[in-house]
């Protein structure tokens, strides 16, 4: 009897807990939020998708407001349009565009990109929002999953082709927009290709906690190949967001239950837009932020402790990039092949007032061999990369890495987040 008791006591105590910290979470994850920095963005260029409602919408706005030549990629005119004209009207500022861009449909994301390239001739912050969590459409039009093809792989592949127009308006922003949702992911991603039914090609990449802890991959993965180019990315979570997310047409009653509950919290405790896309707009625009890069964001804060193991694991970050290039190959330009004798000038240096530098020449080949720490500062790309200017190293008037110039531009200053990544000089 007294062991029964006290059975009871601490099952209903432990449910108590539960449904006190999830209801504390819901209403932490829901409290407006406000960047105070009233920064204007004048000529830069920020492109938003999934920017005629919600989220996108609301940052749009914000940056409108600020100044930004703004441009909404979005699958359907009317409502991109409609959008534009609201923003246009309530900030004042004209320069308002639309692409239209589809991420379930490659073809119609390359012909975005194209759109994107021939028309401007610079991205300073490219911010990819556009996401589902319901959908009817079980399928992309290249048969990937609808929610993972959507969120994950065509934000994908728009994004790598970008990635020249940012570099050239550098320094730049990726923004990621990933959710805590990730944590609901619990075994690594798995990327056997074999169809259930005949229409997936990968099955078991599905649902929108796997296509979330694939933003946040693919921006650690970008910053990491983007590293040296002054073009930063990061992945945040915006907290909980009264938005259409969760009351998208589905026919599937279970998954239309799990969403009802979600946005009943969400209409009960969830912030508005406009409060919502408050760390988007803060990581767009935020001086302090302009050389941070790899890093997850949530309520405006730098919030590694709310990653999942899994979401730390570098080698799931890796293999997912390597998985999404190859499904987006067709699209995408051959890689440059490198003379892997070129000789290049390596420098280093200390992260201190007074770097020492020193140079030394290496082949490509012998930085290929390089432990990774050591190559860090270099990547293939900026290694053939000639650039001139005004750094200590233009006056041995040799081919350099661009990460050179990044250390010493007052610009781009290293990252208050990371740990030194300058390693001191080894004298030999
Ligand atoms: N709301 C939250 O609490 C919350 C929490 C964590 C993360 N997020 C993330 O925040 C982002 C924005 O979501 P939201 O809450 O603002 O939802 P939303 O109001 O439903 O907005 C989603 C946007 O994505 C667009 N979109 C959907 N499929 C598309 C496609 N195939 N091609 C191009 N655009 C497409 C939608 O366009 P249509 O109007 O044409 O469908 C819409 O503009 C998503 O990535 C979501 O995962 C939201």
């Not at 990621?176 to 690594?188: I, M, Q, T």
Request: glycine residues 6%; proline residues 5%.
């Amino acid at each position: 009897m007294v062991f029964e008791f006290v059975f009871v006591v601490v099952v209903l105590g432990l449910i108590n807990y539960g449904l006190y910290r999830f209801l504390y979470y819901s209403w932490e994850e829901g409290k407006p939020l406000q960047y105070k920095n009233v920064d204007k963005l004048n000529g830069k260029t920020v492109l938003i998708t999934g920017a005629n409602c919600g989220l996108g919408k609301a940052t749009a706005y914000d940056l409108a407001d600020r100044g930004a030549r703004v441009i909404l990629a979005c699958r359907d005119r009317e409502r991109a349009e409609a959008a534009a004209e609201d923003i246009k009207r309530g900030t004042g500022n004209e320069d308002v565009s639309v692409v239209i861009l589809d991420l379930s449909d490659l073809d119609s994301v390359k012909a975005a990109a194209d759109a994107v390239l021939e028309k401007y001739d610079r991205l300073d912050i490219l911010i990819n929002n556009a996401g589902i969590g319901l959908n009817d459409e079980k399928v992309t039009k290249q048969g990937f999953d609808m929610i993972f093809g959507t969120n994950h792989l065509g934000h994908y592949l728009f994004t790598q082709l970008l990635l020249d127009l940012l570099k050239k308006s550098a320094p730049s922003r990726i923004i990621n927009v990933s959710s805590e949702a990730l944590w609901a992911v619990w075994g690594k991603l798995d990327y056997q290709p074999i169809s259930e039914d005949g229409t997936t090609k990968f099955p078991k990449l599905q649902g929108y906690p796997i296509s979330k802890l694939a933003n946040y991959y693919h921006a650690m993965a970008l910053a990491e190949e983007l590293n040296g180019t002054r073009v930063t990315a990061n992945a945040i979570h915006p907290g909980m967001v009264k938005t259409q997310i969760a009351n998208r047409v589905c026919a599937n009653k279970l998954k239309v239950f799990l969403n009802k509950i979600f946005s009943g919290l969400s209409t009960m405790f969830g912030r508005s837009a406009k409060y919502g896309c408050q760390t988007i707009v803060y990581m767009a625009v935020d001086p302090t932020l302009v050389s941070v890069t790899g890093k997850y964001f949530a309520n405006m804060k730098y919030a590694p402790e709310r990653l999942s193991k899994l979401a730390r694991d570098k080698e799931e970050w890796d293999k997912l990039s390597k998985f999404s290039y190859e499904m987006c190959q067709d699209y995408l330009p051959a890689k440059p092949s490198v003379d892997k004798d070129t000789t290049i000038e390596k420098m280093e240096g200390r992260k201190d007032d007074k770097p020492e530098m020193k140079a030394e020449s290496l082949s490509i080949k012998q930085i290929i061999e390089m432990k990774p720490e050591e190559i860090r500062p270099f990547s293939l790309e900026t290694c053939v990369e000639e650039s001139e200017g005004e750094s200590p190293s233009a006056s041995l008037n040799k081919p350099r890495a661009e990460f050179i110039v990044a250390k010493e531009d007052p610009v781009f200053p290293p990252s208050p987040l990371d740990e030194p990544i300058w390693k001191p000089v080894v004298a030999n």
